[in-house]
Antibody, heavy 121, light 106 residues
């Protein structure tokens, strides 16, 4: 079955860290760029970060640059988002999404179900 | 950064109607634009990519057009399953930007 499954969300205090994971199945994971996209409660979609198929290219939204790190393990078909120095405005459902090409700067043709991150003060 | 502006923000329509949603980019993005549909509590789903290409499995009542800075998503005959929120997204340059969304309601 072709799917992406996120995990690692939860409630965390402001200033603390959290790591999200996204496991892929049914796709040749190592051939595609991978993204994280988030959606604050009741709000629109915000792109967060991308990693190319070979990890050589990573880009971040300004809102998370310096605090979040995207990585991947192609042997485990998994992409990660390490989130440090969390703030209230990081509260959102976090989706991983597969790019329809290797480098990532493309549209998203497969999404996970999302994992909720709540940052409390 | 490129800004993406969708209109309208909310659209009321009926089953069988033809509807059009517009997305404008603050600078030219060629045809590097996708449209997504999102239902409450669910992940988005791609409908259109590269401005006008229909994603496999998406009904043909959905169509996209445009290039440069102005794009449209048209649903030719609304079905009950189409009531959802629609987002455009540019992938011409980083950061990738979504429009603010258009809620299509009955």
């Amino acid at each position: 079955q072709v799917q992406l499954v996120e995990s690692g969300g939860g409630v965390v205090q402001s200033g603390r860290s959290l790591r999200l994971s996204c496991a892929a199945s049914g796709v040749t994971f190592s051939r595609y760029g991978m993204h994280w996209v988030r959606q604050a409660p009741g709000k629109g979609l915000e792109w967060v970060a991308v990693i190319s198929y070979d990890e050589n290219y990573k880009y971040y939204a300004d809102s998370v640059k310096g605090r979040f790190t995207i990585s991947r393990d192609n042997s485990k078909n998994t992409v990660y988002l390490q989130m440090n120095s969390l703030r209230g405005e990081d509260t959102a459902v976090y989706y991983c999404a597969k790019a329809a090409n290797a480098w990532g700067r493309y549209y998203f043709d497969l999404w996970g179900q999302g994992t909720l991150v709540t940052v409390s003060s | 950064d490129i800004q993406m502006t969708q209109s309208p923000s909310t659209l009321s329509a009926s089953v069988g109607d033809r509807v059009t949603i517009t997305c404008r980019a603050s600078q030219s993005i060629s045809d590097w634009l996708a449209w997504y549909q999102q239902k409450p509590g669910k992940a988005p789903k791609v409908l259109i990519y590269k401005g006008s290409s229909l994603e496999s499995g998406v009904p043909s009542r959905f169509s996209g057009s445009g290039s440069g800075t102005e794009f449209t998503l048209t649903i030719s005959s609304l079905q009950p399953d189409d009531f959802a929120t629609y987002y455009c997204q540019q992938y011409n340059t980083y950061p990738l930007i979504f429009g603010q969304g258009t809620k299509l309601e009955i």
